[in-house]
């Protein structure tokens, strides 16, 4: 079993930071690509960063320059620093993991979503 577990979510002003975290539990052979997605009301889910574990990173055009994906490989967990916040950052945060079980099994994993509330 394989658990993905978000922390760090909470109210905040327009301007102000927050750290997302993201721990990966289980049964893991290796993690390739950790991302963090988030999903505003009313609308699709959307990919906010991802990293694999040789450290190659993406990010949504909106974000850029303003967040930072990072990754510990020995604790199975990625960071999300958000600096900058914008009331439209306002969502639900998900992180997603790419988790090889086995070296033949390999399974994508969902946490339950840590809340993000940017207020103006």
């Known amino acids: 079993q394989v658990q993905v577990v978000e922390s760090g979510g909470d109210l905040v002003q327009a301007g102000g930071s927050l750290r997302l975290s993201c721990a990966v539990s289980g049964v893991i052979f290796s993690i390739n690509v950790m991302a963090w997605y988030r999903q505003a009301p009313g609308k699709q889910r959307e990919l906010v960063a991802r990293?694999?574990?040789?450290?190659?990173?993406e990010y949504a055009d909106s974000v850029k320059g303003r967040f930072t994906i990072s990754r510990d490989n020995a604790k199975n967990t990625v960071y999300l620093q958000m600096n900058s916040l914008k009331p439209e950052d306002t969502a639900i945060y998900y992180c997603n993991a790419d988790v090889k079980e086995t070296l033949t099994y390999r399974s994508s994993h969902w946490g339950q979503g840590t809340q993000v509330t940017v207020s103006s």
């Open positions: 990293i694999t574990s040789g450290g190659w990173i």
